[in-house]
T-cell receptor
């Protein structure tokens, strides 16, 4: 069974640029959630995708957007990067929605630094 | 929505038991979780407990849930240096919600 993978591992961008982060869900999982973890904080929910549709969104501006593909992998796109976007971005996959969706398995994360 | 609070630091001696505490606000939370994060790594799901349970034991881990006080604890028996990490308590943000709300994490330091 393949776990959740994310790419790239680290990324440095300049304020105002755009970035795309990628996530491959665990084998058999069809739901992907994205979280932002600032230094010294707990992860904060950005949004979730279930079967290629957005299925819930946290308190993040529209410049944070996402996609889920037919193979259930996902992308997180952030436009007009700000210094406060510097964080560890975590992807979590789960099976379906409802009770089984609560078992979310996380990838290693992408460390984004905005200068 | 859910709000989750944890103490930030805990230091224990190797071989002792560790108890990490968490309080939450949403009484409709159906599941509550404990995740572990080692330096530079993602989150590892350690265990979770259904809201209709008071206790769950899984090898060295014991989770206690006090619904009346909205208090959750994680006890690690025979704590080892490999248990040094940040531990996060998490709960769903409202009944039927699929998003998790995390505490700020408790950093556990194990002294050899």
């Amino acid at each position: 069974e393949t776990g959740v993978t994310q790419s790239p591992t680290h990324l440095i961008k300049t304020r105002g640029q755009q970035v795309t982060l990628r996530c491959s869900s665990q084998s058999g999982h069809n739901t992907v959630s994205w979280y932002q973890q600032a230094l010294g904080q707990g992860p904060q929910f950005i949004f979730q995708y279930y079967r290629e549709e957005e299925n819930g969104r946290g308190n993040f501006p529209p410049r944070f957007s996402g996609l889920q593909f037919p193979n259930y992998s996902s992308e997180l796109n952030v436009n007009a990067l700000e210094l406060d976007d510097s964080a560890l971005y975590l992807c979590a996959s789960s099976l379906g929605v409802g009770r089984s969706s609560y078992e979310q398995y996380f990838g290693p994360g992408t460390r984004l630094t905005v200068t | 929505g859910e709000d989750v609070e944890q103490s930030l630091f805990l230091s224990v001696r190797e071989g002792d038991s560790s108890v990490i505490n968490c309080t939450y606000t949403d009484s409709s939370s159906t599941y509550l979780y404990w995740y572990k994060q080692e330096p530079g790594a993602g989150l590892q799901l350690l265990t979770y407990i259904f809201s209709n349970m008071d206790m769950k034991q899984d090898q060295r881990l014991t989770v206690l849930l006090n619904k009346k006080d909205k208090h959750l604890s994680l006890r690690i028996a025979d704590t080892q240096t490999g248990d040094s990490a940040i531990y996060f308590c998490a709960g769903p943000s409202g009944a039927g919600s699929y998003q998790l709300t995390f505490g700020k994490g408790t950093k556990l330091s194990v002294i050899p």
